[in-house]
């Protein structure tokens, strides 16, 4: 029988650290099939030595230490079992994988009895076997660190055992009265008592009013064993933090208890005498804290710190109650900043950020008390207004706002201007859902837009009329489609400690007969909605297959272009097919084109967005994650997609301002990319100081306007040009 199955071709395994080779014993009584196993583990680096029978194998693992032996079920004297059980009597220390052709399942189920790392069964893949033996490896390695570690703590405890009377808990017994008979010197430093001022005190005295009744069963615990009181959390009032702020909370430290009854057996049984309470407590305030902190970025917009989306529709939902049962009025009002894109495009994102800020503090100060004003995203703000009198408030409200935002704002030394777009609903002539008012404020707004801007508007159902725009735009859309009205942009990659273009994304411009130069994301949402994305993405794929084709006859240097793929167009059955149409037409080797596509994919039918993903490796193409880390994917999923590079999205490329800093997203995702053997590729890289950071912390891919802006496909072969000239 063939030793391995024929497999795919895969990335390149990462080698794993070692600070010696490892010893494999190969055991099996085929000739042939040894010589196969050596010669595939010859690169290894590992010192390999073999055996034909039980025996012989017998006698090297008592001669010499191995740390793997890959053993064959059956040999001519005694087989792997008997060899493991030999091993497992004399307590060698040795990993065993098992190799066998037997089909029936009793072989498999008896090494892994005794003990058996892996069994794999004849024949078996070559990756397969040597994805095993390094994992069999690497658990090892880890094993002996693990081994080492325990050594060394149990040195140190040695050294420093006096360590261990200073618990970071408490530990205390309280008496049958609820008094403390006991309690070790860490309560000191929580709570600012000494010892003496509490032995001989009740429990009561330090407990927080709120908390008394848990805490009687807590102090007064008479149960043993499972029963007994678990990670139950009071607060105790502390002397030690009295002196750190005025807030009451700043004198309570938050504790979680373990406490259990003790009685004169040791036992709870009938009859026992109870004689009181053992309890340990762990000081949890800061965690309670981080909890709590992390509850309120649950619900508040991290940038400018407003109530997020989920927040204001809660407290939404709860002024409708009130103002159905008061029978009163509230106005919804919806705010878009005009000429914010400009601001964001000319000075940068991370000005944009600033901008916003400056805008949440001007709009809050125009408020009224009660009021609330949230951020929804981007650079749009709603408000409500609670208990409204009469629509007057409402004008008051949107005039002020309008007013605060006209002053100057500076960035960076530079003065700039912005103005805002108002839509005003009002509960319940305009709405009386959630959804209705946020609509039809959202009308207004954009009615206000159409009118120029810098403006308030109360909705009124005529603005239904907006319906009938969205049909216009789809039209132009289709117009667009059929006038050529459509350009394909190209952004180069660069490669870091070169600066060699390495590859290029493409993207879509609409060269709009009234608005000018749109970029995708000004249309392509609206197309996703109204069903035109699989046209557009058609002429894309057409575009820019054409484009690359053109580079190809001009410049030797064969470029990679990466396109991104909306959802949608992936769940069209002939992808695939019309992929591969285009390559044929235009002469391209599928390892030219990378295809993008966002983490959210998984979430719409995974199953078949795997299947579609795995059709393209088929051909050839390859795949890349667009937007890391700012959707909801899942890693179990993400390790099944035939992935070949995560792009780290610019928001987080953003918040790189300092060398020496740490920002833990970007890393993660590093890693996650390096764990997975996946290329990097970070978005978004506007500064020196980014470039330099994700190069020290190995990412060297980079695409932003430090190094190029999106250029046409006559521009990019200029620049092609220059770097092959250059990088030759």
Sequence with gaps: MPLFEAAPSLPERASLPSSRPCRLLLVDDEPRLLASLCALLADSGHELHTATCGSEAVALLEQMPFDLALLDLRLPDFGGHQIMDVMNRRQLDTNVIVLSGETGIEGAIGALKRGAYDYLRKPYGREELLSTVENALRQRRLEADNKHIAQQLERSEKLYRYLVDSSPDIIYTLNAEGRFSFINDRAQQLLGLSRSELIGNHYSDLVHDEDMERAYYVFNERRVGDRASRNIELRLKSAALRDKGPAVENTLVTLSFNSMGMYGNAKQTEGAEFFGTYGVARDVTERKRAEAMISYHAYHDILTDLPNRMLFKDRLGLAIMQSKRKETELAVMFIDLDRFKLVNDTLGHIRGDELLQQVATRLKAALRQGDTLARLGGDEFTIFLPELLNRDDAHVVARKALECLQKSFTLAGSEVHISASIGIAVYPHDGETIDELLCHADMAMYQVKGQGKNGYSFYEPSLHEVSYQKITLEQSLRRALENDEFEMYYQPQVDRPTGCIIGVEGLMRWHHPERGLLSAGEFLPFAEENGLMTPISDWMLKAACRDLALW???????????????????????????????????????????????????????????????????????????????????????????????????????????????????????????????????????????????EQVGCTTMQGFLYYRPVSSSQFLQLLRKNAARCA
């Design 552 to 694: 190809n006859t001009q410049v030797e240097e064969r470029v990679r272009l990466s396109l991104n793929v909306s959802p949608q167009y992936l769940d069209c059955g002939d992808f695939v097919e019309k992929m591969k149409t285009a390559l044929n037409r235009h002469g391209l080797s599928p390892s030219q084109i990378e295809v993008e596509i966002t983490e959210n994919i998984c979430i719409r039918n995974p199953q078949y967005a795997i299947e579609q993903l795995n059709k393209l490796g088929q051909i050839g193409v390859s795949v890349a994650i667009d937007d890391f880390g700012t959707g909801y994917s899942s890693l179990a999923y993400l390790h099944r997609f035939p992935v070949h590079t995560i792009k780290i999205d610019q928001s987080f490329i953003r918040e790189i301002q300092h060398m020496h800093a740490h920002y833990p997203v970007v890393l993660a995702i590093i890693s996650i990319a390096k764990g997975l053997n996946l290329n990097v590729v970070a978005e978004g890289v506007e500064t020196e100081t980014q470039a330099a950071y994700l």
